[in-house]
């Protein structure tokens, strides 16, 4: 079968709270909104995929957060993937579609970890990276065999020098204010509650460098005005290679954002090319203040050994010109109710640019829902409240309201009108500074 017709989707999300109080103060709020804004965009899985596909092929992809699903679409073939908390909805959206009688594949973190579930609703799923399992599912769906599911595993490890540019222009009539691209690959930290592992592995790989660069500069060639935001879990790690990134990037002229670990705090010199290059915030996970909690998360305790240098490191990082924004997790399991009051002490005093706390979610995958499950403290299983602002476990110390609503103390104390002006200040004298006035 030639020319297929190719329809990739991504499902809408749901990234609110179901508590009402909480939904209300975020509508209301422009500090919350930029949380929202941040991570709005289309990530780069299917514009992946859409340039994994032979040409032959007729390919389209539809966001579901920006325009609406035409069902009656003369597809041959509808691709899905999506986070837990769109899994719903893919399965919605694939029902719907295989009623009408068109085949279904699906991939994605979420099937990847459940590929049985998935596949009560699609046809066919693909688990792992999609480079190689997608044109061979490509090749056995016009032969007229293909599988129930291709499994990355069974395939040579992926070189992602040799990724082609992701399509970009599939989606250039959507107003993106981010648009997320991905240059690295695995965390070596490989946090308990964290499932990204179970997809990239915990070795940190990278595309070539001008290889980015030619991405970036698609990127802004269709969208002038938006912001790049690299999906990089951990994109620091390796330090040549970075800095052979920041060669590229010194002639195309943006800003960006990135998530990395706390200890590019350590490297004064890189900041400051990172700043020049157009970094502009960098997300960190610094998960909790607790040390009992954060000897947890890693086995080698790598976040609690950095705990006390957490506010020498945040200093650094702003004063070369790069906001951070914090990352913290309430519902640890040492925490208790004072852990409201800690995270946003902590947030104050360091004068962050940016803070987002979210309630420990047990995501399937990940080697804390395992431990959660022994110890029978899920009391949810229902995808749609795994946004990570609701609570689906029981704990120790705190009850499910308790957290919900501390989750919005910490917000109201950390975006006040006095902390909005305190932080002002700092970071108009730190840019004073770093100029030289």
Known sequence: MANLKILLISPGGAFLSRNDEFRTYMEGSREMKTILHYWNGLGAALPTV?????????????????????????????????????????????????????????????????????????????TGEAENTWPQFLADFEGGKPLHRYDQKNY???????????????????NYPVVWVQATRGCPLDC?????????GAAYR????????????????IWKHAQVGFADD????????????????????????????????????????LHRNGLRILFVGFESVNHENLATINQNQWKARRLERYPESIAAIQGA?????????????????TVFDEIADFSNANSIMGTQVTIL????????????????????????????????????????QEMEEGLLRIYRSVYSEEQLRSRAAYFKNAFRQLVGG
């Not at 035409?70 to 295989?98: C, H, K, N, W």
């Not at 990278?206 to 060639?221: G, P, S």
């Not at 029978?376 to 009850?399: K, M």
């Open 361 to 400: 979610t047990p995501f399937p995958g990940s080697v804390l829902r395992n431990r959660l499950e022994e110890a029978r403290r899920i009391v949810s299983s229902d995808w749609r409240l795994y946004t990570a602002w609701n609570c689906v476990i029981t704990h120790p110390h705190l009850s499910a």
């Open 321 to 337: 010109g790069i906001g951070v924004y914090g990352s913290f997790i309430v519902g640890m399991e040492e925490d208790t109710t």
């Open 206 to 221: 990278h595309k070539d460098a001008d290889q980015v660069a030619r991405e970036i500069v698609e990127v802004k060639k």
């Open 156 to 174: 040579p490890d992926i070189n992602l020098s040799t990724i082609p540019l992701p399509r970009y222009d599939l989606v250039a009539a959507n």
């Open 234 to 273: 951990n994109m620091f790690v390796n330090k040549k290679w970075v800095h052979n990134l920041l060669d590229q990037f010194e002639d195309i002229p943006f800003t960006w954002y990135a998530q990395s670990d706390i200890s590019l705090a350590e490297h004064p010199d890189l900041l400051t090319r």
């Open 192 to 200: 308990d509650f964290c499932a990204a592992t179970r997809i990239y």
């Open 50 to 126: 859409a340039g994994l596909t032979p040409d032959r092929h007729i390919v389209s992809i539809c966001d579901e957060n920006y325009e609406t699903i035409d069902f009656s679409a003369p597809v041959d073939l509808v691709g899905l993937t999506g986070m837990t908390q769109q899994a719903p909805r893919a399965y919605e959206i694939a029902d719907e579609f295989r009623r009408r009688g068109v085949y279904v594949a699906m991939g994605g973190i979420h099937a990847t970890v459940l590929p049985v579930e998935a596949l009560e609703h699609v046809d066919t799923v693909l």
